[in-house]
């Protein structure tokens, strides 16, 4: 069945550092892939997504690039900010005729950000 | 802005209880999802939806029942309420593959 692996965490940086979160999959076909953010106390918000091969998904200073030879989609930013302190979902939805799209989700990434 | 709203942030409810979660959109999507968080479990598929009556078990459907009668709501329903279905409760929407929209979260105490 579909999985998707992401880096474990917490993971813990300074204002202004770069931020990689590593995501691999595991699929039949050609799935879609996302990231989504939890703000503490709040459900998920979609941050970004990739829909083919090659595709980059972007918002906020965020991006990641849909990596099918690898089966990845690492979340990247350039400079975070104490406002990112959150948990990173990533997760992956199999093809729209199976299962209403149902998505697969990593086990998601906690991220402090210190002034 | 597309909303999925769930009835309430905070539940205390006793054990044994039936107790009714509520969940609205407001996109016309037919998908519909209900979730369950927990520390350490990550998120867990309760059950789902993907047309109004019509319903499909996730991985974890045991002590629950949902339903749908109209496309815009979804309720998820616990027969008798246990303490280990304290969670926090989310609800979804989406349309084929856009991604879902999530609802801010029942934070249901049982007790």
């Known amino acids: 069945g579909n999985s998707v692996t992401q880096m474990e965490g917490p993971v813990t940086l300074s204002e202004e550092a770069f931020l990689t979160i590593n995501c691999t999959y595991t699929a039949t076909g050609y799935p879609s892939l996302f990231w989504y953010v939890q703000y503490p106390g709040e459900g998920l918000q979609l941050l970004l997504k990739?829909?083919?091969?090659?595709d980059k998904g972007s918002n906020k200073g965020f991006e990641a690039t849909y990596r099918k030879e690898t089966t990845s989609f690492h979340l990247e930013k350039g400079s975070v900010q104490v406002s990112d302190s959150a948990v990173y979902f990533c997760?992956?939805?199999?093809?729209?005729?199976?299962?209403?799209?149902?998505?697969?989700f990593g086990d998601g990434t906690t991220l402090t950000v210190k002034p | 802005d597309v909303k999925v709203t769930q009835s309430s942030r905070y539940l205390v409810k006793r054990t044994g209880e039936k107790v009714f979660l509520e969940c609205v959109q407001d996109m016309d999507h037919e998908n519909m999802f209900w979730y369950r968080q927990d520390p350490g479990l990550g998120l867990r598929l309760i059950y789902f939806s993907y047309d109004v009556k019509m319903k499909e078990k996730g991985d974890i459907p045991e002590g629950y029942s949902v339903s749908r009668e109209k496309k815009e709501r979804f309720s998820l329903i616990l027969e008798s309420a246990s303490t280990n279905q304290t969670s926090m409760y989310l609800c979804?929407?989406?349309?084929?593959?856009?991604?879902?929209?999530f609802g801010s979260g029942t934070r249901l105490t049982v007790v």
């Open positions: 990739a829909t083919k091969a090659d």
């Open positions: 979804a929407s989406s349309f084929v593959q856009y991604g879902y929209t």
């Open positions: 997760a992956l939805s199999a093809d729209p005729g199976a299962n209403a799209g149902k998505s697969t």
